[in-house]
Structure formats: C-alpha cells, structure tokens
C-alpha cells in the first residue's frame, strides 16, 4: 500500500509594505535602503542566522517607484529606518517609523507605512527693493548645475542640495555662492552654507538696472 504526500505551497505573505519618498517634493525615491533596527527576538535571531549565510532578512531596497516590503514577519512591533547611501549629504542620515505586525493567523493585510527622507533644500522668495515679488527670476548656485526659476509669487525651490554632513566632516561648513537676476534687474550675490537635511530660507533683492543717462 503506497502512501501520498501532499505538498502544500510555500506561501510568502508580505507583512509590512510601504513607499519612501521627498519630504519636500512628495516624489518617491529609488533606491533607498529600508532597515529594520528593532523587532521581536524570533525575528532578531532569524536575521543573525542568516547573515551566517551571507543574507540580510532585515534589509530592503526601494524599487523606481520608491515602493519597498518586506515578507513572512513574526508577529510584533518593528521600528523600520530609511536612507539613500548613493545621495551623500543631499539627504538626512534616515527617518524612524513603528509597524505593529499581527500574528500570522490574524494577519489579512500587509501593514502600509510611509517613510520621508528630508532633503537638504534652499527656498525663498525673490524680490525688487520695494519687496515686491519678481516672476521668472533665474536663481542658481555657482560652480553646480543646480538651478531653478521663481514662480507667480515670486517664490523658488532648489532641492536636493549637496550638503555639509556634520558627523562625518570635522572642519569648518564651507559656503557657497547663491545668484539671482531677472531682465532688468542687476546679480544679486550671497554666500551661504547648507547642512545635510536642513531647509534653508533665503529671500533675496534685486536691484533694477538703472538706465543710462
């Protein structure tokens, strides 16, 4: 009399899924790696297990649409953290969030979150002396190809900025060079200095060009 195995499907069930993005442009970003720094022991000791074997359970990278999982977790609280290591000093080291996973038999959905990287940003308004706004003025930053125009209200956005890391550059923030005109309106110069993550505001006047006498 023979007997039959019945071989069931491995069933790899997504438990936490989410998206990581801009904090100021709202756009997602590829390639960012998500972490998870703390969760339960069951699942601690399943990741030292395998990094035994050279592979990383507690790792994930953003896909082009910025979206990330990770799946088969225990249930329990996670603390998950994200960061862009290809985008040195043009974001924040990383951003913290909690996930709370169900037990696997009450789980029906994976739990969703979302995790915003800050970058670091130079806005601001663009004025004449009479702090009036300027449309269309060109704003940029010497000796970089970053640069923007300002919009209906006078207004401009650059983002994301290489910026000065604090913890990884001992010496002194260097600065840089921010320029401005517009037709009819002389270079306005300023030298400022951006840290990594930081938004900077900067309202910048331009002269108007007197004609020639």
């Given at each position: 009399?023979?007997?039959?195995?019945?071989?069931?499907?491995?069933?790899?069930?997504?438990?936490?899924?989410?998206?990581?993005?801009?904090?100021?442009?709202?756009?997602?970003?590829?390639?960012?790696?998500?972490?998870?720094?703390?969760?339960?022991?069951?699942?601690?000791?399943?990741?030292?297990?395998?990094?035994?074997?050279?592979?990383?359970?507690?790792?994930?990278?953003?896909?082009?649409?910025?979206?990330?999982?990770?799946?088969?977790?225990?249930?329990?609280?996670?603390?998950?953290?994200?960061?862009?290591?290809?985008?040195?000093?043009?974001?924040?080291?990383?951003?913290?969030?909690?996930?709370?996973?169900?037990?696997?038999?009450?789980?029906?959905?994976?739990?969703?979150?979302?995790?915003?990287?800050?970058?670091?940003?130079?806005?601001g308004t663009i004025q004449d002396?009479?702090?009036?706004?300027?449309?269309?003025?060109?704003?940029?930053?010497?000796?970089?190809?970053?640069?923007?125009?300002?919009?209906?209200?006078?207004?401009?956005?650059?983002?994301?900025?290489?910026?000065?890391?604090?913890?990884?550059?001992?010496?002194?923030?260097?600065?840089?060079?921010?320029?401005?005109?517009?037709?009819?309106?002389?270079?306005?110069?300023?030298?400022?200095?951006?840290?990594?993550?930081?938004?900077?505001?900067?309202?910048?006047?331009?002269?108007?060009?007197?004609?020639?006498?």
């Amino acid at each position: 009399m023979s007997s039959w195995v019945k071989l069931e499907p491995n069933r790899r069930q997504v438990a936490i899924a989410g998206i990581v993005i801009d904090e100021q442009t709202q756009q997602p970003l590829k390639g960012a790696r998500v972490e998870i720094t703390d969760a339960p022991a069951q699942f601690l000791e399943q990741v030292r297990l395998s990094a035994l074997q050279g592979r990383r359970l507690n790792e994930s990278a953003t896909a082009h649409d910025g979206w990330f999982y990770f799946i088969n977790l225990p249930g329990g609280n996670y603390t998950l953290t994200a960061s862009l290591p290809n985008a040195a000093g043009r974001y924040q080291a990383s951003n913290t969030t909690i996930a709370t996973v169900p037990p696997s038999e009450a789980a029906t959905q994976p739990i969703w979150t979302q995790l915003s990287l800050r970058p670091t940003t130079l806005k601001g308004t663009i004025q004449d002396q009479k702090q009036q706004a300027i449309v269309m003025a060109k704003v940029w930053i010497e000796g970089s190809d970053a640069f923007t125009f300002s919009d209906s209200k006078g207004q401009y956005l650059l983002t994301p900025l290489e910026g000065w890391n604090a913890s990884a550059d001992s010496t002194q923030p260097p600065t840089m060079t921010v320029k401005a005109t517009a037709p009819g309106y002389e270079v306005a110069t300023q030298r400022i200095t951006l840290r990594q993550g930081e938004i900077t505001t900067l309202t910048i006047r331009l002269q108007q060009i007197l004609p020639i006498q």
